[in-house]
């Protein structure tokens, strides 16, 4: 476990990337130093190492307790021994996948030991000059395909230098399978070898304690045939004997003749499994087999068998002679039950002979044990593949790991390694795509991320099964993303994979997007009470008429005389007082677009201009303003965390780093005219339907009193205001003009 160095001497630099601050990692210094930044610094402090967009085996090597996780101590224990095993640690930056091994920090105890065994590598591969790939270090067969020593305590034939030696390694192979050498050939290790002597032994001790057979070849067919038959024979005489006590059952325990005719008009070549069923002679009531009689035709080849080697001479056979015959051989079956070593049988007894006489057992495991004294060697020449593969990706995953700089990068062309591809969808291409490993998990945590999320099952005729993966929507409007809609997927590898998406995590997309979402919103609820109401209007319809038609004949009572009822009179006063009403509704709406629309043109532009946009700000501001906040919050960290992750500190999703991550479709502008365009409506008609909208919305403001602050107070009564009247009682003021303030006559012309 590393140990943090509290002193902090080593002078970081810091970023802000993703709405947090974050330490640049520039230098090889930087790298060597990682056990003195504090934890809390880091971005992330754990991550799986498997569904990473980074190759598997280097992540292996990193997670040094094999917990299936890398952890802060898996990085800065990698870091020390990376760092401390090459001269300059700036090679890590560049992330390359060979070395030259002159840079190998050989004053380093490890570094010494990689130099060594990667020398060995190329020698044995027989390469010149001093960089080695990571291709030459994975090719170990190739390595000890010409060393007679590998270190894996496995010898093969081409191990051995003595004849006897690579026979009996050949023949332990074959009868016992062997084991892979890191040569790539097949060979024998201890336990092998222990195995294979001690089966020679004993195979050949069985063979010395041999009992004769006592129907020489034909013994073991004899055997068989006794063994097959020896059931149904005592049936035959527990029946016989039965038959012997009761006289009246032997037709019941002999062939009936009715289950014969049951199968008599069938092919009889198939019915063998129920003739097998009948006794094997038939019963007569005398315990013994009449040997001139025939038998049961399913069971005539074996006991034939068994009477031409046992019984030859015998006229019948009882009970005692069935007996007699399977104690001939009786010793002979236990004698071959006993029989061990049958791996080695194959081989031969002389060839067991000869491999017992020469016992080559200790000279193999002298082998053994002076291939494996090389077990440290041969790791050694592992630990430079180890190097060679952390070398390429340390790097990597620290810009994914310490900070999430490939994940905030300008660089299109660069990728996090949470990323897997890309999915093209409603004329997107959304490039923050992610695996989802747990469902349950990302179900929970989806919607705290803030941003429009589809989640994909994706198949694909080149691999199995089906993945699933989650995708970030971040430009563009939300349009036919609906679950059950098709796409593509591209992963990393370029596989095309056919993608369908599953669940829509409804989030904000833009503000653009959120100015729009209120009269969407608007448009739908009326689309839907327009359909309800069309669906209740056409279902009261049906049910009245249906009503009326049924109840016909019984609702029109027939006048006194038999004739028919007249017909009601037309009553127009009925009728005037709802056209009344209609009539002054109309009135009192003209009244208020009159009004309104006088006092649009009576009023500046300006105060015109703002009353529209006080009237859009109204219905669109709040869902703008909420739009905004919650794009400013969109964090990828609750995805991260659903897949396993261990995030340390924020990784926002700003508005302009958004618009990156998905690209919209952009066309270029064409004056083309389509010829399979609907004609719609002409745009004098859209200007007048826009407007008289407009209208109706200011109409519904103004009536709602909602433009008393222009000076447009609502006619309602429930607005008016009462005005307060004091009444002052006037003085009559006389003034008394004087004669020297009168005013001189104008003389006329």
Known sequence: MAIINKDRKYKWQFDT???????????????????ELDPKMWTVLSCPVKGLEIDEKSLAYIDSDADGKIRVNDIMATSKWLTGVV??????????????????NQEDANGLKLYNSAKQILANLGKEGSVISIADAADVAAIFAQTRFNGDGVITEATAEDADEKAAIAAAVASFGGVADRSGSAGVNADIIEKFYAAVAAYLAWHEAAVEAPFGDATDGVIAAYDALDAKVRDFF?????????????????VQTSRIEAISADNLTGKSQEIAEYPIARVTGKAEIDLSAPVNPAWAAQFNTVIAAAAPDKKVLTEADWNAIGAQFAAYVAWKGAKAGAEVEALG???LKNFAKQNKKDALLALVAEDAALAEEAGNIESVSKFLYVLRDFYRLLRNFVTLQDFYTKDKNVSAIFQSGRLIVDQRECRFCMNVSDMAKHNASAATSGMFLVYCDCTTKSKPGKISIVAAVTVGEVGDLIVGKNAIYYDNAGVEWDAVITKVVDNPISVAQAFWSPYRRMAKLVENLINKSAADKDAKIMADATAKINAAPASIPAAADGSKPAAQPFDIGKFAGIFAAFGMALGALGTAVTKIFGGLLNMPIWKTALAVVAVLLVISGPAMVLAWLKLRRRNIAPLLNANGWA????????IPFGETLTDAAKFPKLKIKDPYARKGIAPWKKWVISLSVVIAVVAGLWLGNLLDWAGYTSPLPRFNKTEVVTEVEAEAV???????AAPEATPAE
Not at 17 to 35: E, M, N, P
Not at 240 to 251: E, G, K, Q
């Open 17 to 35: 990337i993703g709405g947090a601050t974050r330490v640049k990692l520039t230098s090889g210094q930087d790298i060597a130093h990682l056990d």
């Open 87 to 104: 001269k300059d640690a700036d090679v890590i930056i560049k992330g390359q996948d060979s070395f030259d091994i002159s840079q190998f």
């Open 238 to 254: 527990v029946r016989s004997r039965l038959a012997a006590f009761s006289p009246d059952s032997t037709a019941a325990l002999d």
């Open 349 to 351: 007894l002389d060839a």
């Open 647 to 654: 995030v340390n500190a924020a990784s926002k999703i700003s």
């Open 734 to 740: 006389v003034e008394e003009i004087t004669p020297e």
